[in-house]
């Protein structure tokens, strides 16, 4: 079977999550990044028996918006997809219900769902080194019992949670920026998914463009780039009480 990976993970942790469901999935697999402003997504277009799984992380419990419009431009011709939604160990709320909306409004044909945690990737103490051996356990699992799914030619929808209308997205107003370590090596202007950086002087940020998903911050070879510390502080402390007990993935099949 041919599977597409179709992943947004500016930070990484998306991309850990989908990795293992994807290996267990199948051999043949065909990455598309999300995050690369540069690709024609227009131009990907699925067979009929291939199949997907599209892995987003869940921003304030939303997809990401610009993960909406590229994953809206792909083909995906009744593909079969695995939607993987992605949080930092506090909420997913609508991120699941969009990302089936999305998936299913591209021609995709939803037969699995999974929200699972990673590392947050604005306070990283929150969820660190997630997903971990259970988390990766459990999905390996799920993705057993898909893969008998797929084999049964069984293609019931699974009941995802979530609300229509969804949420209100919201940013959390947080825009990286350099410090006097910056060397101007242009790394991060060219892995922004936005293009929120000045890619002739990347010490410009466009802060109505930045999105806070943190990429310039974890792909910085010289760790040259931080968000505000007094602002980091106040929402590790917002989320220490919300986040203190672990929270597992959750499957829908």
Avoid at 15 to 33: F, G, H, S, T, W
Avoid at 156 to 179: A, C, L, Q
């Amino acid at each position: 079977m041919e599977l597409y990976e179709i992943c947004f993970s500016p930070t990484g942790g998306t991309k850990k999550a989908a990795d293992i469901l994807a290996k267990e999935l199948a051999q043949d697999i065909r990455p598309v990044d999300l995050t690369d402003y540069s690709t024609d997504f227009s131009s990907i277009s699925l067979e009929e028996n291939a199949a997907a799984v599209i892995a987003v992380p869940s921003y304030g419990g939303r997809v990401p918006e610009i993960a909406v419009k590229r994953l809206s431009q792909i083909k995906g011709n009744g593909a079969k997809a695995v939607l993987v939604c992605i949080y930092g160990n506090r909420a997913y709320e609508d991120t699941l219900v969009e990302l089936e909306d999305t998936a299913k409004q591209a021609g995709f044909q939803v037969i699995a769902a999974v929200a699972a945690i990673a590392e947050h990737s604005i306070v990283r103490q929150i969820a660190s080194g997630r997903p971990d051996a259970k988390d990766e356990e459990k999905l390996r699992d799920f993705a057993r019992q898909i893969r008998e799914k797929f084999a049964s030619g069984n293609d019931s929808k699974p009941e995802i949670p979530g609300n229509r209308p969804y949420k209100k997205s919201g940013g959390t107003g947080m825009v990286p920026k350099p410090d006097k370590d910056c060397v101007k090596c242009g790394l991060c202007a060219k892995k922004c998914p936005v293009q929120a950086i000045d890619k002739n002087d990347s010490k410009k940020v466009d802060s109505k463009a930045c999105i806070s998903c943190m990429r310039c911050v974890s792909v910085c070879p010289h760790s040259a780039r931080k968000v505000n510390g007094v602002m980091l502080a106040a929402a590790g402390a917002m989320l220490k009480k919300a986040c203190s007990q672990r929270k597992e993935c959750e499957l829908y099949i």
